[in-house]
C-alpha cells in the first residue's frame, strides 16, 4: 500500500511543475521578443537620424531648369530649401506644392540625384495678354486668367484683353480667337495688337499698334468672320490703301470697310 500511495504522490505533482515551466518559457520568450522589437526600433530610430545628418548625402547643389522669368534664388526660397542640409531631409512633395503656390509657376518636378544633387524642372506659365483689375494691370494667360501684377522686372509688353474669363461666352469667343492667330488666320501676330475688347454689343473690337485702324469682327458666327477678314486686309494691302482705312467690320459673313474720308 505504501507504494502505491507514494507512485501516486509523484504522478498528481507532475502536470503542475509542467505548466508553470511553459508559463516562464513564454514569459522570457516574450521578454526576449520585446527586447528585440524595442532595439530594433531605436536602432532604426538611429539610423534615420544618422541618413538624415549626415555630410555624406549633404545636400550641395540645387539644379533648376525651365525658368524664362523667374530667378534660381526665387526658386529656392519658394522652396524653403536653404534651410536644408540633407538630401534626405526633404519631402519631395512638399517641395512640389510649395513651388505650385508661385504665380509663375505651371508645374514641377523634383528629383533626388545622389548623393549631393537636387533637381527642379520647371514649366512656367505663358502670358499672352494683359488685363487690368482696378488701378492695376495683370499679365493673364491664353483663358484670359490673372497671373501676376506687371512690373519692370522681366516686363513683356502685350495686347491689353478686356473680357470676363468667368463667363462661358467670353470664354468660348477668346478660345476662337486664340485658335486663329494659332492657325495664321489673321494677317498680323499679337504683337502687333494694341487691345482685343469683348463687347456686350455682340462685338470684338481688335486695335492694332502701328496703324490707326480697328477691327470689328461680328461675335455670331465669329469663326466665319475670322476667316473671311485676311481675304480682305490682302486685298487692301495689294491696293496699298491700309494706311487709309480706319475701321474694317464683319458681321455674319459681310463686310464693310471705313476709310478716313467716306465709307466704302
Known amino acids: 500500500m505504501a507504494r502505491n500511495n507514494t507512485y501516486r504522490e509523484k504522478t498528481g505533482s507532475g502536470p503542475h511543475i509542467g505548466l508553470l515551466a511553459r508559463t516562464l518559457a513564454a514569459l522570457v520568450w516574450s521578454f526576449l521578443v520585446l527586447a528585440l522589437l524595442l532595439l530594433t526600433s531605436l536602432a532604426l530610430v ?12 549633404a545636400l550641395h547643389q540645387v539644379q533648376v ?3 524664362q522669368r523667374i530667378s534660381r534664388s526665387e526658386v529656392v526660397n519658394q522652396a524653403e530649401l536653404d534651410r536644408f542640409h540633407n538630401l534626405l531631409d526633404l519631402s519631395l512633395w512638399r517641395v512640389r506644392q510649395s513651388l505650385l503656390e508661385h504665380p509663375w509657376i505651371d508645374s514641377v518636378s523634383v528629383q533626388r ?12 506659365k505663358a502670358p499672352l495678354f494683359w488685363r487690368q483689375q ?23 509688353s502685350l495686347p491689353l484683353l478686356v473680357c470676363d474669363p468667368s463667363q462661358r461666352r467670353d470664354q468660348r469667343d477668346l478660345s476662337i480667337v486664340n485658335k486663329g492667330w494659332s492657325q495664321n488666320n489673321f494677317p498680323f501676330g499679337l504683337q502687333d495688337v494694341a487691345w482685343i475688347r469683348f463687347q456686350n454689343n455682340n462685338q470684338v473690337q481688335i486695335a492694332l499698334r502701328d496703324h490707326s485702324l480697328r477691327v470689328v469682327l461680328g461675335r455670331e458666327s465669329l469663326e466665319q468672320n475670322i476667316g473671311n477678314f485676311a481675304p480682305i486686309w490682302h486685298d487692301l494691302k495689294r491696293r496699298d490703301e491700309l494706311k487709309q482705312v480706319e475701321r474694317i467690320l464683319i458681321l455674319k459673313g459681310s463686310a464693310w470697310v471705313g476709310y478716313r474720308s467716306n465709307i466704302v
Open 113 to 124: 540625384h545622389f548623393p549631393h544633387t537636387l533637381r527642379i524642372q520647371i514649366e512656367e
Open 134 to 156: 482696378g488701378e492695376r494691370i495683370f499679365y493673364a494667360d491664353e483663358h484670359g486668367e490673372l497671373i501676376a501684377p506687371v512690373s519692370t522686372e522681366a516686363f513683356t
Open 46 to 57: 538611429a539610423g534615420y537620424r544618422w541618413v538624415t545628418t549626415t555630410p555624406v548625402l
Open 65 to 67: 531648369q525651365g525658368m
